[in-house]
């Protein structure tokens, strides 16, 4: 089970910080991804973070966000910085051992609860 958290609103050129928590075992030997879904469109994925802690972002977000994960907490991060207003949209993560899963948006076991960021322009 995966819980995003740290949504908000915020003005365009903030900052969030996403952070989702994962429970049960063997955290650390699976790649991890943060997707979002806007009103009307299909769920995109955002960026990735593979067990070896190499990473891919989508273009719209290089080099503003970044990726990290630490395995001791279990949990995955998501710094957004110099926000838009077209990165409005609800979060949401997603973990599987294989990254090219996790790059194609699954198919995954369920989805957890999102976290809403709104940016205002």
């Known amino acids: 089970q995966l819980q995003a958290s740290g949504g908000g609103l915020v003005q365009a050129g903030g900052s969030l910080r996403l952070s989702c928590a994962a429970s049960?075992?063997?955290?650390?030997?699976?790649?991890l991804g943060w997707y979002r879904q806007a009103p009307g469109k299909r769920r995109e994925l955002v960026a990735s973070?593979?067990?070896?802690?190499?990473?891919n972002y989508a273009d719209s977000v290089k080099g503003r966000f970044t990726i990290s994960r630490d395995n001791a907490r279990k949990t995955v991060y998501l710094q957004m910085n110099s926000l838009k207003p077209e990165d409005t949209a609800v979060y949401y993560c997603?973990?599987?051992?294989?990254?090219?899963?996790?790059?194609?948006?699954?198919?995954?076991?369920?989805w957890g609860q999102g976290t809403q960021v709104t940016v205002s322009s």
């Open positions: 049960g075992n063997f955290f650390g030997i699976n790649a």
């Open positions: 997603n973990k599987d051992p294989r990254w090219d899963r996790v790059l194609a948006g699954g198919p995954f076991v369920s």
């Open positions: 973070i593979s067990s070896g802690g190499s990473t």
